[in-house]
């Protein structure tokens, strides 16, 4: 398995993990009862699954001597941005949290599947 095939692998892990991620902290910000610890190690994980994903692709670029395609860089990094973001602001945001951290998760969602979609062409 090449790191290129485990880059691929590892996109849905990341589409998916952020995208239930997001749902999980909007439905928190509705009901109170999906307000648990596990929301946020879930969210760490697929957060940092994004961190993992953007080290398996420069992996793949310098170890399978790979040229991306135009703009498939460009979603991971500013995807990387998108993390860093939403950690900066967590506490002025701390009413609005589950909106912000279900906002967030879904925006990283988008840009990895629009980051897959570029990727195949």
Do not use: C
């Not at 460009?74 to 941005?81: C, D, I, R, S």
Request: charged fraction near 10%.
């Amino acid at each position: 398995m090449t790191f290129r095939d485990l880059h691929v692998a590892w996109a849905w892990v990341v589409i998916i993990a952020n995208g239930a991620a997001g749902l999980w902290a909007l439905g928190a910000h509705q009901w109170p009862a999906l307000r648990t610890r596990a929301l946020w190690w879930f969210t760490v994980f697929a957060e940092a699954a994004m961190f993992v994903q953007v080290g398996l692709g420069v992996a793949a670029m310098n170890i399978d001597h790979l040229t991306p395609v135009k703009f498939h860089m460009f979603y991971g990094f500013v995807a990387l941005f998108a993390v860093s973001l939403l950690y900066s602001y967590r506490t002025q945001l701390r009413h609005r949290i589950y909106l912000l951290y279900g906002g967030g998760g879904l925006f990283i969602m988008g840009l990895g599947l629009r980051a897959v979609l570029v990727g195949n062409r």
